[in-house]
């Protein structure tokens, strides 16, 4: 794995040359096979896809089906229509949002979701309950080892429900939620479950048909591809009874004075000209991903993860949130010291030419039950190595002293 940092420009620039770059959770670095998908896209192919009839454009139009068709088998996808391109996991999940839960959440009715959702998992569906009166119902996790217990999910789903949405992996935990058990159970009740697969798919084999997911919303960025391109898978069935959520050029079937009928999938939910270079260069990510396979890209994750986290558990003052099997984090260690802000603890490993994420981490929900309002986090990835985390180790023990505590 140690090889794989020469196919990332990034690290080899000037600015760069000697970086630990931690910040993994939030965006991933683009291998040079993405940069050049994407050149030869603009340099080669590049016109309006599926409009023109001219080659250029029938080029431009098989190169983004082709990337659907790509990420429809990445994810086990049963039709390449039930993947939805977008410009990232948030606009799909407002899609979900917007389109299926405004037609089928009534007063009275319950969505479900966890305290560690992303906002982007949680304020879509504030807004729908705001909306229609309905009830916005919380699965609380063990405020130690992050797991949310059978027992939670039996107590909160029930007949009221309409909606569970759920990552499959916490961005500041690192947990992996029971995907297909809660989707079981709310199929029982007759209520669809939405995930959020951003922190997930960049790490470990998903199978939308094996989960039995709805709808899973994921980003390009977050797996090696371009920034601007996301993906929202839905089941076929759910799609072509939604309304669109955007409207447009290209989403249509036909348009009159007073009224417009509505495309079949998936154009019916991509209004305008579509981001065809990022469909390729997402497609390019994927190729790359699995050539270098999941299964190492987890044993790696883990490797990492285990490593650091035995590391910073001999410096004193440092503590890590969440599970201590470090299988359970999926490459992310959250973290604390104690009397220094973690935006402290951020700036003064910049310094040393470390880049780790301070903050909230966009769960602040999540913060304020733990009790921590901020926190610091390493996310690693697999162009990381061993040999930087003993460098982020090394230099993580000074921060305390540097910060004028004196040990």
């Given at each position: 794995m140690n090889n794989l940092c020469k196919d990332f420009p990034i690290f080899s620039s000037e600015e760069n040359k000697g970086i630990v770059y931690f910040d993994n959770a939030a965006t991933t670095q683009r291998p040079v096979q993405v940069l050049d998908a994407i050149r030869t896209f603009y340099e080669r192919d590049n016109a309006n896809p599926l409009r023109g009839l001219y080659d250029l454009s029938v080029r431009a139009t098989e190169a983004y089906e082709g990337a659907r068709h790509t990420v429809a088998q990445f994810i086990n996808a049963k039709e390449d229509c039930e993947i939805i391109f977008t410009r990232n996991a948030s606009e799909s999940l407002n899609l979900a949002g917007y389109t299926y839960a405004m037609a089928n959440v009534q007063a009275g009715d319950e969505i479900v979701v966890s305290i560690m959702?992303?906002?982007?998992?949680?304020?879509?569906?504030?807004?729908?309950?705001?909306?229609?009166?309905?009830?916005?119902?919380?699965?609380?996790?063990?405020?130690?080892?992050?797991?949310?217990?059978?027992?939670?999910?039996?107590?909160?789903?029930?007949?009221?429900?309409?909606?569970?949405?759920?990552?499959?992996?916490?961005?500041?935990?690192?947990?992996?939620?029971?995907?297909?058990?809660?989707?079981?159970?709310?199929?029982?009740?007759?209520?669809?479950?939405?995930?959020?697969?951003?922190?997930?798919?960049?790490?470990?084999?998903?199978?939308?048909?094996?989960?039995?997911?709805?709808?899973?919303?994921?980003?390009?960025?977050?797996?090696?591809?371009?920034?601007?391109?996301?993906?929202?898978?839905?089941?076929?069935?759910?799609?072509?009874?939604?309304?669109?959520?955007?409207?447009?050029?290209?989403?249509?079937?036909?348009?009159?004075?007073?009224?417009?009928?509505?495309?079949?999938?998936?154009?019916?939910?991509?209004?305008?000209?579509?981001?065809?270079?990022?469909?390729?260069?997402?497609?390019?990510?994927?190729?790359?991903?699995?050539?270098?396979?999941?299964?190492?890209?987890?044993?790696?994750?883990?490797?990492?993860?285990?490593?650091?986290?035995?590391?910073?558990?001999?410096?004193?003052?440092?503590?890590?949130?969440?599970?201590?099997?470090?299988?359970?984090?999926?490459?992310?260690?959250t973290f604390t010291i104690d009397d220094v802000h973690p935006h402290d603890i951020a700036t003064v490993l910049d310094t040393e030419h470390i880049a780790i994420r301070a903050g909230h981490h966009c769960a602040q929900p999540l913060g304020a039950y733990l009790g921590l309002p901020a926190t610091a986090r390493a996310s690693v990835y697999l162009y990381n190595t061993e040999e930087q985390a003993a460098f982020f180790v090394d230099k993580l023990k000074n921060v305390r002293k540097w910060m004028g505590y004196g040990d």
């Open positions: 959702e992303h906002h982007s998992n949680i304020l879509p569906w504030q807004m729908v309950c705001k909306a229609k009166g309905a009830e916005l119902v919380y699965l609380e996790c063990d405020k130690e080892t992050g797991v949310i217990a059978p027992e939670e999910f039996a107590a909160k789903i029930g007949p009221k429900t309409k909606i569970v949405a759920l990552t499959q992996v916490s961005n500041v935990l690192g947990i992996t939620n029971p995907i297909r058990d809660v989707a079981a159970l709310a199929h029982r009740f007759g209520a669809v479950i939405v995930v959020d697969g951003a922190q997930a798919v960049p790490h470990m084999k998903v199978d939308v048909q094996a989960l039995d997911a709805d709808f899973y919303a994921f980003s390009g960025h977050k797996l090696m591809g371009p920034t601007g391109i996301g993906v929202l898978y839905g089941k076929k069935k759910l799609l072509e009874a939604m309304p669109p959520f955007l409207r447009g050029g290209e989403m249509i079937e036909y348009v009159t004075r007073q009224d417009a009928t509505w495309a079949e999938l998936p154009a019916k939910f991509e209004a305008g000209t579509v981001n065809a270079a990022g469909a390729v260069g997402l497609e390019a990510a994927i190729r790359y991903l699995q050539g270098v396979g999941l299964d190492t890209v987890q044993e790696h994750d883990n490797a990492l993860t285990a490593f650091l986290m035995e590391e910073m558990k001999k410096i004193p003052h440092v503590h890590v949130v969440g599970n201590a099997d470090s299988s359970r984090h999926c490459g992310i260690v």
